[in-house]
């Protein structure tokens, strides 16, 4: 008798019942082997108004001037470094 190549005289895999679930990502090729890729996100939109964006803009820019304001004042009242 001739020798026996794989795939011969096998059963094929048995079919998915109509009513499973079918994950997303995953599928199952002719041969049995799994192939698995990746899903994107979707993308989200943006909802902010303008005066909303301009009033944030407004508030980080008030942000950084408190914040060089407190740094200037702090570094102007270090002691001499050649004083020690």
């Known amino acids: 008798p001739p020798p026996l190549l794989r795939g011969e005289g096998e059963d094929p895999p048995p ?15 002719q041969d ?7 899903i994107e996100p979707k993308m989200e939109l943006e909802n902010k108004s303008s005066e909303e ?4 803009a407004i508030a980080a820019v008030a942000g ?3 914040f060089a304001a407190v740094a ?6 270090l ?6």
């Open 53 to 56: 964006k301009t009033s944030s």
């Open 15 to 29: 079919a998915a019942p109509a009513t499973s679930v079918v994950e997303r990502g995953v599928s199952v090729d």
């Open 32 to 38: 049995g082997k799994s192939n698995v890729w990746a």
């Open 72 to 77: 200037a004042g702090l570094l102007s009242n």
């Open 79 to 84: 002691p001499d470094p050649d004083t020690f």
């Open 64 to 66: 950084l001037a408190a």
